[in-house]
């Protein structure tokens, strides 16, 4: 080892926003993620793709913390996530999450479903959170919708009020596990809309997703997953045109 | 509109005559087989031969006089005998107690603004002014305990008319109300030392289905929250509490209610200090909701095991904290999912509080058991009073349940 090796947080870029180094999980025995390490800037929009059961989804939940990794470093904007509950919670408040299967809260209405964690975490006025959440509502394209249950909602309207329910706290970072997996076609767009906007907008995105067309237009980076490491990144042009592992050639031949 | 439209519309035709009407229900629903049609003879048969017995029986034989004889014992037990009340009549307490409930009612009228709360409201009121005019001359029934009891009607449009004027309609002002009430309610039936009109009266006297409402509603208040509590507990991270719970809740329903009940007059007075208010109704209503609280535990633990993880991944993921995720999101949801079985229980708590009488108390059942036994001529009309309690148990529990299946149904707007 050489003397004064700098450690990570001096490693750290003013706009690096989430930084992983050599990332390991287990899942009992069965090692998930199997070193990670990649960085990602602010407002950067990637899209992580690869077969099924590769750690995706596993990999973007040890971002916010639902699941815990066992070795390896991960910063989220600037605070080390480790099993000390503040850092949890401050990192939760700055990193949205949108689900594959949307998980709305089915007893409260759409307006509640926005309102509850800005006026329980954040402690904005009740006002304030309504009218915060008409403004998402509205960019997101469904502002009748507000009185509600989300049962009384196509899938493509469920999932633009997930993403406008993350968006209510302001978060620095949005994650989206799958977004429109679970859609008929006639409602993918509308999603993928709604997150198009949200990436001009600025936002630093994590996207698991299929859908090249969205990546080869949004992304500024992909990242090829295979058995819980990342085979290849690189900008979607190199990846479409030229990629140079097989096995991401092998995947991009299957689903394109 | 071309022609062309409407050539290409499609037709729109009524359904079938047969399919219609009452003729096509009776044919969808009761004869649509043969042995639907066996079974429909069948059961039609054995009805009318019921409701003619039945009815001959209840109409043209029975001799209800039993039920009007032991009359005010029905409702309140001993409590207004000489022993218990000496030189005065106590019944305008029980009753004052009703007033109370039922200005409630009409105050969560007022706030529902209609639907089941209004029926509820309604039935208990008139119900209670009804029995005023009821024909016989009631034992303990004079004209001051009519009068009380038609007071229950200017007492619901009292409450109705305060919370549709005043800032107390609220739900959580009835519900800090409701407390007050019980507590009110308690301290109006036991009485004051040295207060003339408050006499106190001691709780072996307390009897009758006031005794059996008091418990249950004590059983079913407490048990809510202590169930909860534990349901919460079992699934704790904290391996100490989750055993503790696992035992409190095994032990409890393990063990019949009859027995922990012989097993109080025993362990309460070991368990509590000496200043405890030590008497037979605290000991029950502890039992029962004891008892309860771990059955309601297992309920709803199930409500809990049967939501989607994704619920409190996405809470947590929000970032709201493990205690306000299981308050706003686990919780309501679960419990929403097991009205059924919750609302089951409370009914057969409701029931089990006849089991007192083990301990000594004079509940609606025991204390017409003990009628009829100290009074053989009535040993005949045993029955008409037994038909009349079933009833009376029936009316209580079929309003619970009616209560129940509303509740469900206005809550599943969310569910679809
Ligand atoms: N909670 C869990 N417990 C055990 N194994 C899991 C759990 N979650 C995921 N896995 C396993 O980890 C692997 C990676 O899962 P996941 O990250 O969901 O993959 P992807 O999202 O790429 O399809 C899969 O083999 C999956 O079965
Ligand atoms: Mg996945």
Redesign the interface.
Known sequence: MVANEPTIEQTIETDDIIVCRDVHKWFGDFHVLRGITTTIKKGEVVVVFGPSGSGKSTFIRTI?R?EEHQRGDIFVDGIALTNDTRNI?AI??D???V?Q?F???????VMTNIT??PM??RKLPAKQAVAQAMELLERVGIPEQADK????LSGGQQQRV?IA??LA?QPKIMLFDEPTSALDPEMIKEVLDAMRELATSGMTMIVVTHEMGFAKEVADRMMMFDDGVIVEEGSPEQIFEAPRSDRTKLFLSQIL | MSANSVLSAPLILPPPRTETGMVGWMRANLFSSWHNSAMTVVATISLVLALWFGLGWILLEANWAVVPTLGGRIIIGQYNIEAACPGQNCFWRPQAALLLITALLGMAWAVAGGGVTKRIALVVGGAAAAFAFLPYGLDQMGLDVRLLLLANLPALAAGWALARYTRLGSASWIAILSVIAFILTLVLLRGIPGVPLLHPVAVIYWGGLMLNLLLAVAGIALSFPVGIVLALGRRSRLQVVKLLCIVFIETFRGVPLITLLFMSQVLVPLAFPENFPQNSLVRAAIVITLFSSAYMAENIRGGLQSLHPGQVEAARALGLPGWQTTLFISLPQAIRNVIPPIVGQFISLFKDTSLVYIIGMLDVVEISRAFIQGNPEYLANAKELFIFLALVFWVFTYGMSYVSRRVEQHLGVGER
């Open positions: 916010n639902l919670d939760r408040r990193v949205g999450m689900f299967s998980n709305l809260f089915p007893h409260l209405k509850l964690a329980k975490v249950y989300p049962a009384e997930a329910r993350a706290m």
